[in-house]
């Protein structure tokens, strides 16, 4: 069945480094993909988002890659803070919009 | 910041009691859901609306009913709550779903439920 699924549910990067947090998606047809931040007591919040004829979208600190050949999405952060500790998500728009597991983010000091 | 906002945010309660989450938001969304979250884990939708006098079961099955008669408020309401129904709540909302549009949806703080 259609899943989104995250990498690793859990990740550890040392204060300043960059951070990636990878996410696999199974629908082809799937237009639209959003990337989710929720810190702990907090409903998830928007970071960015990324259309299927894209293949790289730049925020603030922030960058998202699709490979819509191997079906996977990643949230780059750029010298990680220790505000940026929090559960990612990642969701996918086909006929619906299905979020994946999560990766919860570590920053080490 | 999102203004959508859900009460209790914490409600601890006993088995076989009828409960009703509350949800409003001010943007002006027609798209509103209700997911289950339990800590740190995929979000589940339970239900979403697309407008006034809509509402749609999501993906988990879920003993709980919504109603949507005003554009700004999308209550929870469980019957009888049990121990399994301890989770947490997330209410959201978007606009309306277009396959030329965004579809971020704002979500709400989230209420903690623990059914005794």
């Known amino acids: 069945g259609e899943s989104v699924g995250l990498h690793l549910p859990t990740l550890s990067v040392q204060e300043g480094d960059n951070s990636i947090i990878n996410c696999a998606y199974s629908n082809s047809a799937s237009d639209y993909f959003i990337w989710y931040k929720q810190e702990s007591g907090k409903g998830p919040q928007f970071i960015i988002d990324?259309?299927?004829?894209?293949d790289k979208r730049q925020g603030q600190r922030v960058t998202v890659l699709l490979n819509k050949t191997v079906k996977h999405l990643s949230l780059q952060i750029a010298a990680t803070q220790p505000g940026d500790s929090a559960v990612y998500f990642c969701?996918?728009?086909?006929?619906?919009?299905?979020f994946g597991k999560g990766t919860r983010l570590h920053i080490l000091p | 910041e999102a203004d959508i906002y859900q009460t209790p945010r914490y409600l601890v309660i006993g088995t076989g009691k009828k409960i009703t989450l509350e949800c409003s938001q001010t943007m002006g969304h027609d798209k509103m859901y209700w997911y289950q979250q339990d800590p740190g884990m995929e979000l589940h939708l339970i239900h979403y609306s697309y407008g006034v006098n809509s509402t749609e079961k999501g993906d988990l099955s879920s003993e709980s009913t919504v109603s949507r008669i005003r554009t700004e408020h999308f209550p929870l309401t469980l019957e009888s709550a049990r121990p399994s129904h301890t989770s947490q709540y997330l209410c959201a909302s978007s606009v309306l779903w277009s396959r030329l549009a965004s579809d971020t949806q704002y979500f709400g703080p989230g209420t903690r439920l623990t059914v005794l």
């Open positions: 990324i259309r299927s004829n894209m």
């Open positions: 969701a996918e728009r086909g006929d619906k919009i299905i």
